[in-house]
């Protein structure tokens, strides 16, 4: 089967996955696709199994402005096989919250330079990108991977000014990811904590 015609029977697919009440609610927090079907993530999830992870499909689905064929695209893209700079054209696309968070959890975690883009992330100016950022390194901190120094000196800087900044996204994901960086060792929790109580915060 042809790309075209498998993203038409996707997108077919969507409408018997509609949820009205999941797109509406969507609407009313002022989350604007072009298309948005209101499919689930677990529904999302099932799909993407049917399909395995396929590059060619992946970055077909990305080009529809269509909320479910983005995060499909997501959850099939072969994380060992797509170019940093395809990842940097998608980064610049992202419009959403939902997209940003669900890319960086069945995506860019899995990156082999997953840890590169997430430093230059959280010094970007843009809110989905430092959102991102915080997110990757969260998952890579609970799965055991220790920044070098430098990494270290980076995240809590950033760190901070996310948490001293206005976003209430951003200061959540920073928050987490400080938690799971203590959580790597005693030297850590101790670096973290510290760091936090320069902006008078502390960990519940």
């Not at 609407?27 to 060619?56: F, Q, S």
């Amino acid at each position: 089967m042809d790309l075209n015609q498998q993203i038409k029977e996707i997108k077919q697919s969507f409408r018997l996955m509609m949820d009205g009440m999941v797109a509406a609610s969507m609407r009313n927090k002022g989350v604007d696709y072009k298309l948005n079907w209101g499919a689930t993530l677990p529904r999302l999830r099932d799909k993407a199994e049917e399909y395995g992870k396929n590059y060619d499909l992946a970055i077909a689905l990305w080009k529809e402005n269509v909320r479910e064929c983005k995060l499909l695209a997501t959850m099939i893209m072969p994380a060992d096989e797509v170019l940093p700079e395809v990842i940097d054209i998608w980064m610049e696309q992202i419009e959403t919250q939902e997209i940003a968070e669900q890319a960086a959890f069945n995506l860019f975690q899995y990156l082999p330079f997953a840890a590169d883009k997430a430093y230059t992330w959280i010094a970007s100016d843009k809110e989905l990108y430092q959102l991102c950022g915080f997110h990757i390194l969260s998952r890579l901190f609970m799965n055991g991977q220790e920044p070098n120094e430098r990494g270290i000196n980076e995240f809590i800087d950033q760190g901070l000014a996310a948490l001293m900044g206005d976003s209430i996204a951003v200061k959540k994901a920073a928050y987490a990811s400080f938690q799971h960086f203590a959580d790597l060792g005693l030297v850590y929790e101790r670096l973290a904590k510290s760091a936090l109580k320069t902006i008078n915060l502390e960990f519940l």
